[in-house]
Structure formats: structure tokens, C-alpha cells
């Protein structure tokens, strides 16, 4: 250190000292523009909310790849068999009639859905990939209500932030407004041309193709529109994190 | 008195480099932005570590013959702070994504081409190991401990980790030389002669002279190359294309490589090829005398006279 100079030390601190101001700036500005993800706690927080952050601000209005029809794959892979309780059971033999989704929350006038209901509404198709997490992917053509669409008719108060989604299996997680109101984001209920198969997570299915398998939960029962995703089970957003996977999922 | 120390370490002095070494260097003409630049901020701020350690700066003083200015104490460091650090930190994010990496491969260590690939379709080739899924045919009668949720949370802070590091050590590279002067071969280390005379070398496992110990040979300076130019930007690529959010801003990234399993396939060999050059780079550290190359990584001095040759 023979050399410091006067001059380079100012510089030095003027640098530290805008660094570290600037750090202080853009976490105010994360916070204020939703850029902290609700599992920004812990060991992994830093990176989580790096990657949250920058895949938002990049991705806010991009579309997933979409697929000619010629890429479909063969067999769409069921990871997992479906529910066993009595109630999905149930439903299932009634040829899922009287499947309800509800919405509450947030909204002007909560609401519960049937299958007819949902499947009336202007529907949206496209042929996308879906990633699992583990490696393995299929491309497939999904078929549903956009759940903007949704979100429209049940009236989105302006403070939500979060649409919970629940499944009937004890599944649950969450999307920013973003994702929720993103146009290729759909309450799936169709699989290439036919009804979602219950082995990939019919009769409903989140199907959001710009994040991973997890968060596109099948048999979805509940929709809770929100602004603190620290209301629904251990605060992290879904039940991802509390097994200890990433609440987002874009990557 | 000073002079004189400093003549005298020249004459005897194990660690500096010969007289001979500066002929084949070009002289100090190194590019440096404009003064009211935003990037001449940035090239102040390097100009500060590098003036503190940095091997090159020490000897463009030592060419200019102030011989003077060089007190016997201050022999210029093997590498800069700042190679030094990034380096360290580099080590750290790439043991964590090789571990993580491993654990993620587990869950479906198997691998395709195109844009889609499962179970149901046949694979490129497989690991033959078990796996941390029951739904992935493997022939073992057992599955592995699920590692993913961890894995994958660890495996993305620590990419941060490797970019934002590889940047800031890229911008180094360029703006002080470092780039230019410590890999770049020289023109004439490029020739067949050169090169297979280097290679004939470490097939005999010849050892080091000190002057060769003090600088990197053209074999390494085109494999290190490689590794930062090469190896480094094509896993951060191969990486990015397999996240569906960046696949819808970017979807070039994707189809360029033939696909996202594509992406997923190349990520895996060009893992495998930064873990060959780890090993090779371990192994060659400890060929050249191990405690030495730690500590002029560790602390930028060389002290090859400490550590007997066999």
C-alpha cells in the first residue's frame, strides 16, 4: 500500500459511500415495485431476490415460446398419481360437475365456479413446454380461461397484489399480478384437443408456461386474491419453500 | 541506497523476472479511456488496486529504468489483489454449482436433444446411476434422497455469485491489460515449434524454471483462455436457456442450441469440461510445487526458493 494517495482514498469513499447509498435506493425501490420475493429470508434470500427481481423486470409483458403443432409430444408425462381421497374421488365419478372454483379475497364480488361456468368463457389455447424442475419436459397444446379474464368478471380490488391458488389436495401457491393477469396464464381444462387428463391435473390446472411444473398446480379449488402472502401458511408465499423449493419458479 | 537494494535484488533476487522476459513484451501503450468518461471512473478505480499490487505496473516503473521507485521490499506480487479475490470467489461458486449441479442431475439423470425430453421418449444417452426420483427407470431398486429444493436455491445464488464475479473480473481484465499481457500468447508462442516444444514438456513433466514460474506458458494462456472466453460464457448461455422466463424475452438463446433439453444437454458437458480443468489445474499446482502456487494466489508473493525442488 505504498502508493495510496491521498485522492484514491477520497475516490475510494465516495465510491463506497454512493455503493452503499445505492444498495439502500434500489432496495426501497424493490420493495416499492414488488421486486422481493416472499422467500427473500434465509440463506438463499440474496439470490432469490436477485433472480426474482431480474426475471420481473425482464419478463413483465414477454410471451412464452409457442410450439407449432408438429412439436407436440407424443405422450404428455404424468409425474404422480392423482388424489385418492373420497372427495376427489367423488367428484371424479360425477364426472366432475360439481367441481367448484372459488375466488374470494380481494375481489368485488367473490364467486364459485363450476366447470360449465369457466369452460363458457372465451377460451385461449397454446402450445407450450412445460419444464419440471427435475429436468424432464413435454410440449403439449393446453386449453383454458384465461384467468384475467376471471380475475375481470370477479373485479380485482386495486390493493391485491397475490392470487393464492389452493388444491384440493392441500397444494397451494401464488403468482404475482403479473403472472395472474400475463394473457397466456389460463385456468386449464383442456389437454391437446380433449379434456385434461386427471393424471396431469385435470379437471382444473394452473398452467402459467413461463415458470416451472410446480407452480402450474393441478386440481386447483380456490383462488384468493391478496395483498400479504404472510396470511397463508408459513408466510413464503406457497407450499414450495416450506419443502424447501423456491417460491419462484421462472428458472 | 534504495538503487542499490533494489539493483542488487534484480542480480539475485529469485522471484523477478529476467531482463531477457521484458524484450518480448511490447512496451506500456495500454489503452485507457478518455479522462471525462464514465468508464475512466471505472478505470481509476482498478488503477487503485493495480497500483497497490499489480505485477504489470511495477514493471512498466522497472522498464522506465526509475529503478529507484522500487524499494527491495515491494517485489511485485505473482497476481493482482483483484485476481487474487475474484479468484477465490470463483472457487467458491464453483464448488457450490458442481455439488448442486450434481444434486440436480440425480433427479433425472438422463439427457435429450430438441426442445422436449421425458421417460417416455428415448434418451440421448443416460447416467447410469440411481436417481432421486421413483419415476425414472434407472434399474436400481432404490431412490435417493430428494436434494433438489436446496440444490437449485444454492446452485442460482451461486451463479449470481459466478457472473456478477466474472464480470467485475472481465472489466479488469480489459481495462488494465491483464487481458492482454498474462494470457494473450505472444505471435511467435503460436507456432508449431513453440507450441509442441511446451507440449514436450509436460508430457516429460519437466519442471519450471523460475523465470517460467514467474508468467504462464502459451498452453496455459490458451487454456485459460478458453475457461474465461469460452467454457465460462457457454454455461452461463446454456443455463439461461433453460429458464422458461428467460426463454420468452430471449427465445434465440434457446432455439440457436436446438432446444431447451439441448441447452440441458450441452449445460452438462461444458460442467464436465470445467471439472476436467479443475482437476487438471489442481493436479498441475501440485506438480509445480503446491504450497507455492497457494501462496501467490492466497498472497500475490512467490518465494520459489522456500520449497526445494525434487
Redesign the interface.
Known amino acids: 500500500?505504498?502508493?495510496?494517495s491521498r485522492r484514491?482514498l477520497i475516490?475510494?469513499g465516495l465510491?463506497a459511500t454512493a455503493g452503499a447509498s445505492g444498495l439502500v435506493v434500489a432496495d426501497k425501490l424493490a420493495q416499492s415495485k414488488g421486486l422481493i420475493p416472499p422467500d427473500a429470508g434465509g440463506?438463499?434470500g440474496?439470490?432469490?431476490t436477485?433472480?426474482y427481481a431480474a426475471?420481473r423486470l425482464?419478463?413483465r409483458h414477454?410471451?412464452?415460446?409457442e410450439?407449432p403443432r408438429s412439436?407436440i409430444?407424443?405422450?404428455p408425462?404424468v409425474?404422480?398419481p392423482p388424489p385418492k381421497d373420497d372427495a376427489f374421488l367423488k367428484l371424479q365419478a360425477g364426472g366432475f360437475a360439481d367441481w367448484r372454483l372459488t375466488v374470494d379475497g380481494l375481489v368485488a364480488h367473490p364467486a364459485a365456479l363450476s366447470l360449465a361456468d369457466i369452460k363458457s368463457y372465451p377460451s385461449r389455447s397454446h402450445i407450450t413446454?412445460l419444464?419440471?424442475?427435475?429436468?424432464?419436459?413435454?410440449?403439449a397444446e393446453w386449453t383454458g380461461a384465461p384467468l384475467s379474464h376471471v380475475l375481470e368478471l370477479v373485479g380485482v380490488l386495486p390493493q391485491a397484489k397475490y392470487v393464492v391458488y389452493f388444491a384440493i389436495d392441500q397444494n397451494w401457491d401464488s403468482i404475482d399480478m403479473a403472472d395472474a393477469l400475463h394473457p397466456q396464464t389460463l385456468i386449464s381444462y383442456g389437454l391437446n384437443g380433449a379434456d385434461l387428463p386427471v393424471g396431469n391435473g385435470g379437471p382444473l390446472r394452473m398452467r402459467l408456461?413461463?415458470?416451472?411444473g410446480y407452480k402450474n398446480v393441478k386440481y386447483i379449488t380456490r383462488l384468493t386474491l391478496t395483498d400479504d402472502l404472510k396470511k397463508f401458511g408459513k408466510g413464503l408465499g406457497s407450499a414450495?419453500p416450506e419443502?424447501?423449493?423456491?417460491w419462484y419458479a421462472?428458472? | 541506497m534504495e538503487g542499490y537494494l533494489a539493483a542488487k535484488t534484480q542480480l539475485t533476487g529469485p522471484n523477478l523476472p529476467k531482463s531477457s522476459d521484458f524484450q518480448a513484451q511490447e512496451p506500456m501503450t495500454t489503452l485507457q479511456p478518455r479522462p471525462n468518461s464514465p468508464l475512466f471512473a471505472l478505470y481509476?478505480?482498478f488503477g487503485?488496486l493495480n497500483?497497490?499490487y499489480d505485477t504489470e505496473m511495477a514493471d512498466s516503473v522497472w522498464v522506465s529504468s526509475s529503478l529507484q521507485a522500487v524499494?527491495a521490499e515491494?517485489v511485485p506480487p505473482r497476481h493482482t489483489a483483484l485476481v487474487r479475490i475474484t479468484h477465490w470467489l470463483t472457487v467458491l461458486a464453483f464448488l457450490a454449482l458442481l455439488i448442486t449441479g450434481v444434486e440436480?442431475?440425480i433427479?433425472?439423470p438422463?439427457f435429450y436433444w430438441g426442445?422436449?425430453?421425458?421417460?417416455?421418449?428415448p434418451p440421448l444417452f443416460k447416467i447410469p446411476i440411481p436417481a432421486s426420483?421413483s419415476?425414472v427407470p434407472t434399474g436400481y431398486g432404490y431412490v435417493l434422497p430428494d436434494q433438489?429444493?436446496?440444490s437449485?436455491?444454492?446452485h442460482?445464488?451461486?451463479?449470481?455469485?459466478a457472473v456478477l464475479t466474472g464480470l467485475l473480473y472481465a472489466s479488469y481484465g480489459f481495462l488494465s491489460g491483464h487481458f492482454r499481457r498474462n494470457l494473450l500468447p505472444p505471435a511467435a508462442g503460436l507456432s508449431w515449434r513453440s507450441l509442441s516444444a511446451v507440449i514436450a514438456g509436460h508430457l516429460r513433466f519437466k519442471r519450471l524454471s523460475d523465470a517460467e514460474a514467474a508468467s504462464y506458458n502459451v498452453l496455459q494462456r490458451l487454456t485459460y483462455l478458453a475457461v474465461i472466453f469460452v467454457l465460462f460464457p457457454l454455461v452461463i448461455w446454456t443455463g439461461?436457456a433453460?429458464?422458461?422466463?428467460?426463454?420468452?424475452?430471449f427465445?434465440g438463446l434457446?432455439s440457436v442450441l436446438g432446444g431447451?433439453?439441448s441447452a440441458?444437454t450441452i449445460h452438462f458437458f461444458v460442467s464436465l469440461l470445467l471439472f476436467l480443468f479443475l482437476l487438471v489445474h489442481v493436479m498441475m499446482i501440485s506438480l509445480a510445487g503446491f504450497t507455492n502456487r497457494m501462496r501467490a494466489m492466497l498472497t500475490g508473493r512467490i518465494n520459489s526458493n522456500k520449497e526445494p525442488h525434487s
Not at chain 1, 419443502?243 to 423456491?246: D, H, L, R, V
Open positions: 500500500m505504498n502508493k495510496l484514491k475516490t475510494t465510491a440463506l438463499f440474496a439470490g432469490e436477485l433472480t426475471q425482464l419478463t414477454s410471451m412464452a415460446r410450439f412439436e409430444s407424443k405422450v408425462f409425474n404422480g413446454h419444464a419440471c424442475e427435475e429436468g424432464w419436459s413435454y410440449i408456461p413461463r415458470q416451472l414450495a419443502e424447501g423449493y423456491a421462472g428458472i | 481509476s478505480a487503485f497500483s497497490c524499494a515491494t440436480i442431475l433427479s433425472h438422463r426442445e422436449a425430453g421425458n421417460v417416455n421418449m426420483r419415476t433438489n429444493g436446496w437449485r436455491y444454492l442460482f445464488q451461486a451463479a449470481w455469485l439461461l433453460m429458464s422458461p422466463a428467460i426463454a420468452s424475452v427465445p434457446v431447451q433439453q440441458r
